[in-house]
């Protein structure tokens, strides 16, 4: 990013200038970075009032990044191994437990197909598609999964549905099939979006583990744009919140309720419920635990802030993913323009929510 790679600049001249006193040194630059980033904050507070969301979204886009934290030239183990994590200098690439960020220009793609289909791997898809969601995304999302999502691999749809017999038949390729399942429709969207846990915990018991090494769970209102294949599979996947990522941690929505199981005061990222996944095992352990506290807190009459999302961050800082997608695999276009976002893989879908849940099917 063009602010912090100023300020980077005005660190290693002041390195340079004061060699001789290196404690003193690491003061100016630790002191500098924090007057920068408070000024940051003043200048967005100022946009706010003046401009509009739009001239804070891009403000927020100069906040720069953390780096990646391992020694430069550190290769990961496994099948990661051939990701570049130095190929991009204006995003972390890594986090600090080691796990790897991904970003396009990090990774061949081919090198990741090769590995999983030697392996025979499968992948369960998990949508949920509720009343009015149905109609509005449940045919766009997927069509473009077809075309893009872990193709030349096969896979399994699980559409959620409270009415099946409105599930589009759609000619998949080969090796892809769709299953569908009904389930009960809640009152409240908010219920949906709890109960869900508990239903993708029950799936893969049922079903996803006889059938599927890795699962992804997505929300419906999306659309693939872009390629979106197996470099994503991980034991344990989490997505950066595309709308969090460049902002001070002191701006994430973390559930601040001490009466919720979900409640936190510190984490390493903001993580997006609209894409999860990972293996088999580990989501199921996941989601289960979410539910959990889900149920733990209806008995003390409480409610999470961001309900499941909630959830899954403070799992999430207890149990750190073994991988991070950026924001690239699951973007808002209102958001504008962003350098470090060079293609598109998943994007928002234009929102109707007060259409969609307050009105009845």
Not at 103 to 118: A, K, L, P
């Amino acid at each position: 990013m063009a602010a912090g790679k100023a300020w980077s600049e005005v660190c290693d001249k002041l390195s340079a200038w004061n060699a001789s006193v290196p404690l003193v040194k690491m003061r100016h630059c630790h002191k500098g970075k924090r007057g920068f980033m408070f000024l940051v904050c003043i200048t967005t507070g100022f946009f706010i009032a003046c401009f509009g969301p739009s001239s804070v979204r891009f403000l927020e886009g100069l906040i720069p990044m953390d780096v990646c934290p391992l020694p430069k030239g550190v290769k990961l183990q496994g099948i990661d191994h051939s990701l570049d994590l130095w190929s991009r200098t204006d995003v972390q690439t890594c986090t600090y437990w080691g796990a790897p960020i991904m970003w396009d220009g990090m990774f061949n793609s081919t090198v990741y197909d090769q590995e999983h289909r030697g392996r025979g791997t499968s992948v369960a898809l998990t949508v949920f598609a509720v009343g009015r969601y149905l109609d509005a995304y449940l045919y766009d999302f997927l069509i473009s999964a077809e075309l893009h999502f872990m193709v030349g691999l096969p896979v399994t749809y699980y559409v959620f549905t409270d009415v099946p017999d409105k599930v589009p038949e759609l000619k998949l390729k080969q090796g892809r099939t769709l299953k569908v399942m009904k389930i009960k429709r809640h009152e409240r969207w908010q219920d949906i979006s709890m109960m869900r846990m508990r239903t993708i915990a029950d799936v893969i018991e049922a079903y996803i583990q006889h059938e599927n090494q890795y699962i992804f769970c997505f929300d419906v209102d999306q659309v693939f744009v872009g390629h979106f294949g197996s470099e994503a599979l991980g034991d344990l996947v989490a997505l950066m919140h595309a709308f969090f990522y460049h902002r001070p941690k002191i701006m994430y929505t973390y559930d601040n309720n001490p009466r919720s199981t979900a409640y936190m005061t510190e984490g390493d990222f903001y993580y997006h419920a609209a894409v999860f996944g990972g293996s088999w095992q580990r989501v199921k352990n996941m989601t289960e635990a979410c539910y959990r506290n889900i149920v733990a807190d209806k008995m003390n009459q409480v409610e999470a802030l961001w309900h499941d999302e909630s959830h899954l961050n403070k799992y999430l800082w207890i149990h750190k993913p073994s991988k991070v997608l950026s924001p690239e695999y699951c973007w808002d276009s209102l958001i504008g323009y962003r350098s470090d976002i060079h293609v598109n893989r998943l994007l928002w879908a234009e929102k109707q929510y007060r259409k969609l849940r307050n009105q009845k099917a």
